[in-house]
């Protein structure tokens, strides 16, 4: 939930993030692949657009949340190395597989309902209640217009479910 709060990637974008791809010195995050399910397994595809092929500004919470990842990772994958699957994902099931997108969801409306927040889903943490431009290149969309035509009448709502949210969740 972190890297969606921060930075509004989609949840297949999320999964898909491979270590390679991030650059934590220059607090860059380079989207080049999805997670996606074919033909029964997981695999990692390019993203659908060239604008959703982007790199995407970190910010410091974001950045310090994935240090923290990364070294916890570290200290699994040496400690489960005879079991370990190595994926080089940044978001792993415990022994270097990728997350299901199922399970994520799942937990998510389980951190939703504990926190008392109004229904929301995964995809929602989308919107920060910022500029239109800047959600737009954010989300990777290629123009202001389809950010307004897909999101316009639930961004004034969601921005606020969404700072809220990541406001529990930051501390």
């Not at 949840?11 to 991030?22: F, P, T």
């Not at 060239?50 to 570290?74: G, I, N």
């Not at 217009?145 to 930051?170: C, E, K, N, V």
Request: hydrophobic content about 40%.
């Amino acid at each position: 939930m972190v890297l969606a709060i921060g930075t509004g990637m989609r949840l297949g974008e999320i999964l898909g993030a491979q270590w390679r791809n991030v650059d934590l010195e220059r607090k860059v995050l380079r989207v080049a692949s999805t997670l996606s399910y074919v033909d029964g397994e997981f695999t990692f595809t390019a993203p659908k657009t060239s604008c959703a092929r982007r790199s995407v500004d970190l910010p410091d919470t974001v950045v310090a949340f994935l240090r923290k990842l990364r070294k916890e990772q570290t200290q699994r994958k040496m400690a489960y190395r005879d079991v370990w699957d190595e994926h080089d994902v940044v978001f792993d099931d415990g022994i270097g597989q990728p997350l299901s997108p199922w399970t994520v969801s799942a937990d998510f409306r389980r951190v939703v309902a504990e926190l008392g927040l109004p229904r929301t889903r995964f995809h929602d943490l989308r919107h920060a209640g910022v500029h239109v431009k800047a959600v737009s290149e954010r989300l990777g969309h290629s123009s202001t217009s389809f950010t307004m035509d897909t999101y316009a009448a639930s961004i004034p709502s969601m921005g606020r479910t969404a700072a809220d949210a990541a406001d529990q969740l930051f501390g």
